[in-house]
């Protein structure tokens, strides 16, 4: 008896502000206007991809005073962007970034409930958290909130939001809610019913210790970065292995990388074309301004082809606000000097080396065979693509790609549901009343 092929779940990430987007490129386009974000949701759901997705950001970032040259145009807000891509879509689920810290979950529960009332079932909500006093500037609160107490607000928000959504009954009356919790202490009466999925999908994107407990414990999704195949095995087996003191089984939480991808005509030109990518990606500025990010210090008389600084970073330097640190800086920069010191690597080779994200690169056969053997190895249960234009991207990957992985067997050939639960395979929740 021949056993079915696992099946691969596909997103899309709009790329904007980030390092990622070759604004350089002539077929870039703008990070606003809408049609940039139709034109990549419209390909995403013609190649039958899960959801969409969009990243946030509550304040401008700087560098060294400045605000930083990938924020000068900055982002819309994305639960009104995607709303109106609610309108342009069938059934392509809609995920947006939302901070959990800087947000009340009455407020955001009845947004949330909204987009997915707007799409019929397809809204997604991906949680994250900050400590960051520079971004807390732009709230009444400010940035008060320590880093050990993120993820237990984070918590209380989800399981918060969850009571207000299923407040209604199924049938649709409505019902008084009441929570008092550590963080939150409201009640009152929700103003919508329960959404046609019962919950928007609640997507993670953490990897420390007490993320990756949330995630087990809360999330529906996980986004992650681990790429290459044996950090996402090993990812992947420790928060599955987290699930079962939950109640929950591993099915019910599906682990997507976000992932690169450069296709050519064959592995060497695809390969090519990827090195003159990051290149243009990470630009000698680039380069410099990514270093000082992990040094913390003005580096600027430094060439950034040349060797890396011998002197230490600043462990709580505030030369780059906004911006989230991964990982202890000095920790980090021994790793980048080893890194650079085994491969005679100058400043811009070690920084493209050091922060080249997962991609998949190669010819169209070869990329779909690549995607295919990470989700049948227990690396991921699929991906989120970042394309490296904006927004015409993933035309490629969608024209190329998705037919070859439909051959394999291991992804739709049709939308056989009509909810982002449904594209994801997990159960509607049990009404708790």
């Known amino acids: ?81 995607l709303n109106a891509l609610a309108a342009v879509t069938d059934r392509l689920g809609l ?19 909204t987009l997915d009332h707007l799409s019929e079932g397809r809204a997604g909500w991906n949680v994250v958290t900050s400590s960051d006093a ?89 986004f992650t970065r681990h790429g ?15 699930l079962a003191k939950y109640g929950r089984k591993p099915g019910e939480l599906k682990i997507m990388p976000g992932v690169g991808f450069v296709l050519g005509d064959t592995d060497a030109e695809a390969r090519e074309k990827a090195a003159a990518i990051r290149l243009q990606q990470v630009s000698p500025q680039n380069a410099m301004l990514a270093l000082e990010q992990v040094w913390g210090r003005d580096l600027s008389s430094y060439d950034p082809d040349g060797p890396l600084p ?11 606000q906004g911006r989230v640190r991964h990982g202890d800086p000095l920790a980090v920069a021994a790793r980048w000097r080893a890194l650079s010191q085994a491969k005679g690597l100058s400043i811009r080779q070690t920084v493209i080396e050091a922060t080249t994200r997962q991609s998949f690169v190669g010819s169209p056969g070869t990329v779909a065979a690549e995607l295919a053997e990470f989700v049948a190895a227990g690396a991921a249960d699929g991906f989120i693509l970042v394309p490296h234009l904006t927004p015409g991207g993933l035309d490629g990957f969608v024209d190329q790609v998705v037919p070859l992985l439909q051959e394999r067997g291991v992804f739709r050939s049709a939308y056989t549901g009509s909810t982002l639960r449904s594209h994801l395979g997990l159960a509607e929740p049990v009404w708790k009343g």
């Open 310 to 320: 011998e002197v230490d970073p600043v462990p709580d330097s505030e030369l780059v």
């Open 228 to 242: 290459t195949l044996e950090a996402g095995r090993a990812f992947y087996a420790d928060v599955k292995g987290r």
């Open 1 to 81: 008896m021949t056993t079915a092929p696992k099946q691969l779940h596909l997103a899309a990430h709009f790329p904007g502000v980030n390092s990622t987007t070759v604004w350089a490129d002539p077929r870039s386009g703008s990070q606003i206007d809408f049609s940039s974000f139709e034109h990549l949701a419209r390909t995403a759901e013609r190649g039958l991809f899960d959801f969409f997705f969009l990243a946030e950001g509550l304040r401008l970032r700087e560098h060294n005073g400045l605000i930083h040259d990938l924020d000068v145009v900055g982002r819309p807000e994305s639960l009104t962007v």
């Open 134 to 222: 520079f971004t807390g500037e732009n709230f009444r609160r400010g940035g008060y909130l320590d880093r050990a107490d993120r993820y237990t607000r984070a918590a209380e928000f989800v399981a918060t939001a969850r009571e207000l959504w299923d407040s209604w009954t199924p049938d649709g009356a409505p019902r008084p809610f009441a929570h008092h919790g550590e963080h939150f202490s409201i009640e009152g009466e929700f103003t919508l019913p329960r959404s046609p999925q019962g919950h928007p999908v609640v997507i993670q994107a953490g990897d420390s210790p007490g993320g990756r407990e949330f995630a087990a414990s809360a999330a529906d999704v996980v």
């Open 95 to 113: 995920a947006a970034t939302v901070n959990a810290t800087f947000n009340e979950p009455f407020e955001l529960a009845r947004r949330l409930a």
